[in-house]
């Protein structure tokens, strides 16, 4: 059963940044589809991010220049393990509104049948990292 483990979470003020990690194991990582969503308090999941099996990335408008998506083993972006790769989220310019729990989210797919920022188009899901912007 394919299984996402994020990390990286924490609290930083206005300004700061934070990458965040997501552990994905029993999965072929380069054949997926992968993607990074968050949910504040009160307010529906959103898609921050997205990343095919052929590397193409996508971004929520909110988060473009700011936010980068990468698929690495952590030390070379290139090499990738079969059974347990790594998903990054690099996070700068951070602001308050981007406080929330952020979660992994994974499809066999590969690809999407719409934006890549819908949780419709992933089926394996980590639990989640808290992000908090303070002022």
């Known amino acids: 059963q394919p299984r996402l483990v994020e990390a990286g979470g924490g609290s930083v003020q206005t300004g700061g940044s934070l990458t965040l990690s997501c552990a994905a194991s029993?999965?072929?990582?380069?054949?997926?589809?992968m993607g990074w969503f968050r949910q504040a308090p009160g307010k529906g999941r959103e898609g921050v991010a997205g990343?095919?099996?052929?590397?193409?990335?996508?971004?929520?408008?909110?988060?473009?220049?700011?936010f980068t998506i990468s698929k690495g083993n952590g030390s070379d972006t290139l090499l990738m393990q079969m059974t347990s790769d790594t998903l990054f989220l690099q996070m700068a310019s951070l602001r308050p509104e981007d406080t929330g729990m952020y979660y992994c989210a994974g499809d066999p797919s590969g690809t999407w049948f719409e934006s890549g920022l819908l949780a419709e188009e992933y089926n394996y899901w980590g639990q989640g990292t808290q992000v908090t912007v303070s002022s």
């Open positions: 029993q999965l072929t990582h380069n054949m997926w589809s």
């Open positions: 990343i095919d099996k052929y590397g193409t990335t996508i971004y929520a408008d909110s988060v473009k220049g700011r």
